[in-house]
């Protein structure tokens, strides 16, 4: 009898990164739900056309590092890039920027630093910021007005057309300022009260974009109780944008209230779909807090005193540079040792 | 209600232990032949005390340890002794040792007893040699000898004495039965160490998934002082390091051993089997052996003789041979396979799982670690997995030795929740094993250095010493040469002037007796040519020899080098000096024969 020699565990019982991702995906799911509702199909036909894509660019770099197509890609970790960059751009965004974004977050950010774990970035980050600074018009101008999608145009066909020609001029009598966009080049000028008028707030905090919200906040929580992502970087990044809002925004007449910080713009999904990215985050517990925290805090610099409205990919990529520096300053203390030690090795002892 | 701590980490692995708790424990069949490696325990070899073809009686001791650490081992039954040879034993690589073989006479025949029920009377030492001399050594795992265990430093008063009953692993339930049908001769045992120790709290700790050990055990402890702790089940627990730390709160030190903070763990079967040795005077012969897994119809406990090969007790737990595809020694987190069932059970041997494909399944491929850190925490000593990963597979040792690498027990809890499927235990392992000999190899280089610096450093000394002397030497003779001008100078001036003619008379004599005297030394000299010129061709022959041998030791790098060249240019020197003489003498013959010409 030929016995099986193996190292030890012999017992395994492991969820695998392709059902991990796929979960991420489902809980992903009322988000796009409520973008949907509110802002029309332009994020469903994005997160299709992004996945597609992201599939496509995926299984090419694949075959050219002549690595097996079917073994990554069933990974699903394309495939949530492609739905992470579909979820984060304007509804009306040419198609062709969204595919720039995606081929320069799988070849460029992902595959050509070595495929899946060994990107320093966040690839969908990546993307993001690439297209952001590259066609900053597309960018900005692309957003769809919120209001209810059984009564409002366009049409599936209609938006469909409209991505999918990128025509500027098409798009104009659908789109509108985001909320974050609006308070922030209108209070210079305008008194808080005056500013909240615009439509774009509608009766609550920012309309639409307050469910949209609280849906990816309850993916989040899923994701949690599935102990997929841990509490550290969304709470901690949350908590940065939080305390940098009281010190230094609590007038509505100068910044944006706290409650559209939260609220409005990319800021849930950003917390606890796209800073929870494990392979370009902080490892441990503490090292998972300067992370999150240091999002937070960046994310509130640059909306308050920046030139662009919305700040994730930004404070995202930023902290990604400090993690490998984190890492090294933020190891657990190991169980029978006084003190964790902290720097690299010759240089600290603890 | 006993306070208890959680630790960090541990994971649910499926119990699968109801399948070998269902039977009360069995006796194995006696064997064919017992085979008895030498080594059982950590320390140094039993060396064999018996020949092949001598009769033993059951107990009597067959092998044991003259100089060092170790425990001996005894004849499990009676019989002849068939060989001693080197056979598979149970060892992750599947190496063979030493081992005596058995051929058992079936009588079962007893050999000299000496029990103690009255050890209380005893000496500690006498009672501690008796556990030394019935082969105990800890049966958990490690199997370090229980005596020298048993006998902590000075300084580390042991104050808290641990039964580890937790036997967390999957599948094993040897501990579990053990407890429920011999709760009475573990307590027997335990007394017996606690009676050695004398610490100020007893603990058995039983996971909270063994409701009959924990009933079994509560009743034999009842009225002694002995605590009986139900703690969670959660993998590792029985961890030594973990149990420490759900029963005190205490961690032990990274390096040190529990001893350091006051505490002692002893294993179930090592408190059956003390209580048996000072009880009754019986070693360590047999052990309770779970054999479970889907490939064994008939899974269960064997109380097997040690020695009995592991085929037996597959065939007496009813083996199915087609479904058998992984055979592991110990539990599915810690245990290893063996690749033949021939090798026999051994002191430390607790569980062999006789498992199915579907059942522990061929891993799959390794996938991309994406520092999800479900293994950190999953990590009982709470580590980095994911970096001690990184750094080992890139060979930055450095690194994750700083992240204390050697820190991991190696539970195996990372890699069961890995869902890249990356056998991480595997890869600390080669790290350490890399580290270990880098190690040793810096020590070996260390030592070489050392060597060679202390040399370097006692040539240049004679070097200076010799030039020392040398200095001295010619101040002296300058010094010399000084004083005798000198003298010359005063005794000149003495004489005058009126000596003059005299001294300068005397100096042409002497100048002709110089010359002539040469004339005497070429004429005289002459006929040793033939002699000077062997000399050079033997300095000439040494001188070649010499380098050749040098462009050898060159070509190969040898460190003998140095010397070679040193070698070379001395002979070389005589080389030219037998030549120089050749010449002298040549001229001073041909000058010679002028002259008498």
Redesign the interface.
């Known amino acids: 009898m030929a016995l099986a020699q193996q190292s030890s565990p012999h017992a395994r019982h492991a969820r695998p990164t392709s059902r991990v991702m796929l979960w991420v995906i489902l809980a992903a799911l009322p988000g796009l739900l409520m973008q949907t509702l509110f802002f029309g199909w332009g994020n469903l036909i994005n997160v299709l056309w992004c996945m597609l894509v992201a599939l496509g660019a995926e299984a090419a770099m694949l075959a050219l590092r002549k690595k097996p197509l079917a073994f990554f890609l069933k990974d699903n970790t394309a495939a949530v890039t492609g739905l992470l960059l579909g979820l984060s751009l304007p509804q009306f965004v040419p198609f062709w920027v969204s595919a720039i974004a995606v081929l320069s977050a799988i070849v460029m950010a992902k595959q050509l630093y070595g495929g899946l774990g060994s990107n320093p970035f966040n690839p969908a980050m990546v993307g993001y910021a690439l297209v952001l600074i590259s066609f900053p018009v597309a960018m900005t101008t692309n957003w769809a007005e919120a209001g209810m999608l059984w009564q409002s145009a366009p049409g599936f066909s209609e938006t469909l057309s409209i991505i999918a020609s990128g025509q500027q001029t098409a798009v104009d009598a659908y789109t509108m300022a985001t909320p974050l966009d609006e308070y922030k080049h209108k209070i210079a000028s305008h008194t808080a009260t005056e500013v909240l008028q615009h439509p774009t707030f509608g009766a609550g905090v920012a309309r639409g974009w307050e469910w949209v919200n609280a849906a990816f906040l309850l993916g989040g929580v899923v994701l949690l109780a599935l102990k997929i992502i841990t509490w550290h970087i969304p709470v901690s990044m949350l908590a940065g944008i939080a305390l940098m809002s009281l010190a230094f925004g609590s007038n509505p007449d100068q910044h944006a209230p706290l409650s559209l910080h939260l609220l409005a713009g990319g800021t849930m999904l950003g917390a606890f779909f796209i800073a929870t990215d494990p392979v370009s985050a902080g490892t441990s517990h503490q090292g998972k807090l300067i992370y999150g925290a240091g999002i937070g805090v960046l994310v509130y610099v640059i909306r308050a005193w920046g030139n662009y409205p919305d700040a994730v990919a930004f404070s995202v990529l930023l902290m990604n540079f400090a993690v490998p520096f984190i890492d090294h300053y933020t190891p657990p203390r190991t169980f029978g040792h006084h003190k964790a030690r902290r720097g690299l090795p010759g240089r600290t002892q603890g | 209600m006993t306070q208890l701590w959680d ?2 980490g541990g ?1 649910h ?2 119990e699968n232990k109801h399948q070998s708790t269902t039977r009360a424990i069995r006796n194995a069949p006696m064997p064919e032949r017992l085979i008895l490696p030498l080594q059982q325990h950590i320390g140094v070899p039993a060396e064999a005390i018996v020949e092949p073809g001598q009769h033993v009686l059951k107990g009597e001791k067959i092998a044991d340890v003259v100089d060092g650490m170790g425990v001996p081992v005894h004849a499990p039954t009676s019989g002849t002794v068939e060989n001693i040879a080197r056979l598979p034993v149970p060892h992750p690589s599947g190496m063979e040792d030493w081992c005596v073989i058995l051929i058992p006479d079936g009588d079962d025949r007893w050999g000299e007893r000496t029990p103690t029920p009255d050890y209380r009377n005893h000496e500690r030492a006498a009672v501690l040699d008796a556990i030394r001399n019935a082969g105990i050594s800890g049966m958990g795992g490690a199997g370090f000898p229980t005596d020298i265990k048993l006998r902590p430093p000075k300084d580390r008063k042991v104050s808290t004495l641990i039964l580890n009953g937790a036997e967390c692993e ?1 599948y094993i339930t040897a501990d579990d039965m053990s407890m429920r049908e011999r709760a009475d001769e573990i307590v027997d045992g335990l007394k017996i160490m606690a009676w050695l120790l004398r610490p100020e709290r007893c603990v058995v700790a039983i996971e909270d998934n063994k409701p009959e050990a924990v009933a079994a055990m509560v009743k034999a402890t009842d009225g002694t002082q002995i605590e009986v702790a139900v703690i969670p089940t959660k993998y590792p627990s029985g961890g030594e ?1 973990q149990l420490i ?1 759900v029963l005190t709160g205490m ?6 051993i529990p001893a350091d903070i006051g505490v002692m763990c002893q294993n179930v079967g090592t408190a059956i089997a003390v209580g048996r040795a000072i009880l009754r005077g019986e070693p360590l012969i047999s052990r309770v052996v779970t054999i479970t897994g889907e490939a064994v119809a008939e899974p269960g406990n064997l109380d097997s003789l040690i020695g009995t090969p592991v085929t037996d007790l597959l065939a007496a737990a009813t083996l199915q ?1 087609p479904r ?5 020694l ?1 539990g ?9 069932a021939e090798v026999p059970v051994v002191k430390t041997s607790n569980c062999v ?1 006789a ?1 199915s ?1 579907q059942e ?1 399944p ?4 390794e ?8 293994c ?2 999953a990590c ?5 997995p ?2 001690l990963f990184w750094y080992s597979k890139a060979g930055e040792f ?2 994750a ?4 690498l050697f ?1 991991c027990i ?1 539970c ?2 990372c ?7 990356i ?1 991480l ?2 890869y600390y ?1 080669f790290a350490k094993g890399e580290i270990r000999v880098q190690q040793a190899e810096q020590l070996k280089a260390d030592r070489a250095r050392e060597r060679f610096e202390a040399r370097q450093a006692r040539l240049d000394r004679e070097q200076q010493e010799k030039e020392l002397r040398r200095q001295e030497r010619a101040k002296a003779a300058a010094e010399a040469q000084a004083r005798k001008q000198a003298e010359a100078e005063q005794a000149a001036a003495e004489t005058g002037a009126q000596d003059e003619r005299a001294a300068k008379a005397a100096l042409v004599q002497e100048a002709l007796a110089r010359k002539k005297a040469k004339t005497t030394e070429a004429a005289a000299e002459a006929p040793d040519k033939a002699e000077l010129e062997k000399q050079l061709a033997q300095a000439k022959s040494k001188l070649e020899t010499m380098q050749s041998m040098l462009e050898d030791a060159r070509a190969q790098q040898a460190d003998n080098v140095e010397k070679l060249e040193r070698a070379v240019a001395k002979n070389h020197d005589r080389v030219t000096r037998a030549e120089k003489a050749l010449a002298d003498a040549n001229a001073a013959a041909s000058s010679a024969t002028q002259s008498t010409d």
Do not use: W
Request: aromatic share 4%; glycine share 8%; with cysteine.
């Open positions: 630790f960090a994971i692995p499926a999957p390091k730390h961690e032990v030190p990274s390096g040190g041979e058998l595809h992984r055979l592991v110990g599915p987190m810690m245990g290893y396979t063996l690749n033949t799982i498992a494909a522990l061929d891993p799959a491929p996938q991309a670690c994406i520092r999800c850190g479900m950190a925490e009982p000593m709470e580590l980095l994911q970096q450095e690194k030795e700083h992240l204390n820190d190696e195996g809890a890699s069961y929740v890995c869902p890249s499927s056998p235990v595997q392992r």
